[in-house]
Nanobody, 118 residues
Framework: QVQLVESGGGLVQPGGSLRLSCAAS????????MGWYRQAPGKQRELVAA???????NYADSVKGRFTISRDSAKNTVYLQMNSLKPEDTAVYYC????????????WGQGTLVTVSS
């Protein structure tokens, strides 16, 4: 059973940076892709960035050029480096893991709050 634990959220001023971490444990070899989603108050959860097992990445248009997703396979950890943060980036950020076997439920972390405000 895959488990995800996020860390790194907090309060930052506009233009600042934060790095989120997502540590995976248990059944990690069953993971096909990992990603970060976010959900702002009153809005639907949306994909921010994802990285698949082959290393390919994709990003939401709103974060391209500002956010970078990466992974450290030795630590079973995925990172989201967020630069040039804007107030509209304020949201709860969730780590997500999708499994290799079709039909296997995806796994979510508990979420970490990122607040961008002066």
């Amino acid at each position: 059973q895959v488990q995800l634990v996020e860390s790194g959220g907090g309060l930052v001023q506009p233009g600042g940076s934060l790095r989120l971490s997502c540590a995976a444990s248990g059944g990690i070899f069953s993971i096909y892709a990992m990603g970060w989603y976010r959900q702002a108050p009153g809005k639907q959860r949306e994909l921010v960035a994802a990285i698949i097992s082959g290393g390919r990445t994709n990003y939401a248009d709103s974060v391209k050029g500002r956010f970078t997703i990466s992974r450290d396979s030795a630590k079973n950890t995925v990172y989201l480096q967020m630069n040039s943060l804007k107030p509209e980036d304020t949201a709860v950020y969730y780590c997500n893991a999708k499994m290799k076997v079709a039909g296997t439920p995806e796994v979510w972390g508990q979420g970490t709050l990122v607040t961008v405000s002066s």
